[in-house]
């Protein structure tokens, strides 16, 4: 069976959650997606503001043993509970939601109004026995941050990083990973652009991103601009399967990446000066060295932008979807083409043991890449009896145990940092 992912990044096939085997798949993900190994990965995200505003809205019944204030009342705890939600769409990835969906209801939903800094009516009126209320909230992300991290959720560059269940590693499908053709078709509220074909370029903004975050994690890809084709504007995807492999085969690629994106204006925000875009993307992905192109994923990915103009709340909303079809696609892909990962003679390597879930190890990721004088921090090996991660760094090991002492772990657990050789340190991962 073909791994499919829905729109919501949900693997809702058998085979993706095959993926999760792979030893590098969650880990090198984390450091290429989030800005954990790069400084070029944390350019390509934007940071979580302390507060974002939203609208959201809310009803609640009138009944004849209430009065329309306490009506009001719900109404309202409803419209902050549906603000706090869209925001957890947007910080925490799907896979991480579905899997903390008590947590995150009894923690943050039904407390919603804790989170809530700010807010003002925008909209009320009863209509057919209900109020209902339409609001402008400021959330308060900054307050909201540390309970994720208590769930075992860490928020990091706009979107969050879900814990990696971790299991020791198994075989890749597809071998060893090859060059990938990128076939792109970007819609820009009518005005279409691609990357390939006689007059291809690089597919705007949303091709620029989607281009640039292969290439932070290692993708190889063969230039299609140029190479003759003829696009399906009506479509679902600007080629169909055959046609791109074909074309893959042609620019000697392995793999065929099939993308489309589309844009839509939103209009003004309103009491703000900002204008609003969506942005939404498919993709397929074919291994174009099988005899029939094996389809090795499908992804949809949507996301939304705003700035003071339409062109760059249209990049805004590129650049998001873009993450988050990347590292959707991510999960599927990695396991079939494997990243080839290697530790260079000045890297130091730190293996973790003892931990229960992703989150202590996401922690230590987030304190090394963050600390002055690391240049790069990556796993090397995932499994269950540990994970290896390797730095790069003007720190020598006394002065980077030191560092990683003073990380920050989450809930009560604490680290025990100790040289096992003259370029190796162990943490072992301590408490509950």
């Known amino acids: 069976m073909k791994p499919v992912i829905d729109h919501s990044g949900r693997a809702i096939t058998p085979a993706v959650v095959g993926a999760r085997r792979a030893a590098l798949v969650g ?40 009065v329309p204030a306490n009506a009001r009342t719900r109404a309202l ?11 957890l769409d947007d910080l925490v990835a799907a896979d991480a939601r579905q899997q903390y969906q008590r947590e995150l209801t009894a923690r943050v939903i039904r407390r919603a109004r804790r989170y809530v800094r700010s807010f003002r009516v925008l909209e009320e009126g009863e209509q057919g026995g209900r109020l209902r209320v339409r609001i402008a909230a400021s959330v308060d992300v900054a307050a909201l941050r540390p309970v994720l991290t208590e769930i075992g959720i860490t928020a990091v560059s706009g979107r969050a990083v879900a814990p990696m269940p971790v299991t020791e590693s198994g075989s ?21 652009q691609y ?17 640039r975050l292969l290439d932070q994690h290692g993708y190889q890809v063969a230039a299609a601009a140029g190479v003759a084709a003829d696009p399906e504007p009506q479509a679902l995807l600007p080629l169909s399967d055959r046609a791109a492999v074909e074309l893959a085969r042609h ?26 875009a969506t942005g939404r993307a498919a993709i397929r992905v074919l291994d174009a060295a099988s005899q029939d192109g094996e389809l090795i994923a499908q992804i949809r990915a949507s996301s939304a932008g705003f700035a003071e103009t339409i062109a760059a709340a249209f990049g805004a909303a590129a650049d998001d979807t873009a993450l988050q079809l990347v590292a959707n696609v991510a999960v599927a892909v990695d396991e079939y083409w494997p990243p080839q990962v290697s530790v260079g003679d000045d890297a130091m390597t730190i293996e973790i043991r003892g931990y229960r879930d992703w989150s202590s190890v996401a922690a230590l990721l987030q304190h090394l890449a963050a600390t002055r004088g690391i240049r790069r921090v990556w796993p090397v090996e995932l499994g269950s009896r540990g994970v290896a991660l390797a ?38 991962v301590r408490g509950p």
């Open 27 to 66: 880990a090198a993900w984390i450091a290429a997606l989030v800005g954990l190994s790069s400084s070029a990965a944390a350019q390509s995200s934007q940071p979580v503001p302390d507060q974002i505003h939203i609208e959201a809205r809310g009803e609640a019944e009138i009944t004849t043993q209430s």
């Open 77 to 87: 705890d409803r419209a902050f509970a549906a603000a706090l939600g869209r925001v």
């Open 391 to 428: 730095v790069e760094s003007d720190l020598d090991q006394r002065r980077l145990l030191s560092v990683i002492r003073r990380a920050q772990m989450p809930a009560s657990q604490r680290m025990v940092v100790r040289k096992t050789g003259q370029r190796e340190l162990e943490v072992e």
């Open 251 to 276: 620019v000697g690629a392995g793999g065929a990446f099939i993308v489309d994106f589309t844009a839509e204006p939103e209009g003004l925000i309103r009491a703000t000066r900002f204008v609003g």
């Open 172 to 192: 890749s499908r597809g071998g060893r990973r090859p060059a990938v053709a990128v076939f792109i078709r970007a819609n820009y509220d009518g005005e279409v």
């Open 195 to 211: 990357n390939y074909g006689a007059s291809g370029r690089d597919g705007g903004v949303f091709g620029q991103s989607f281009l």
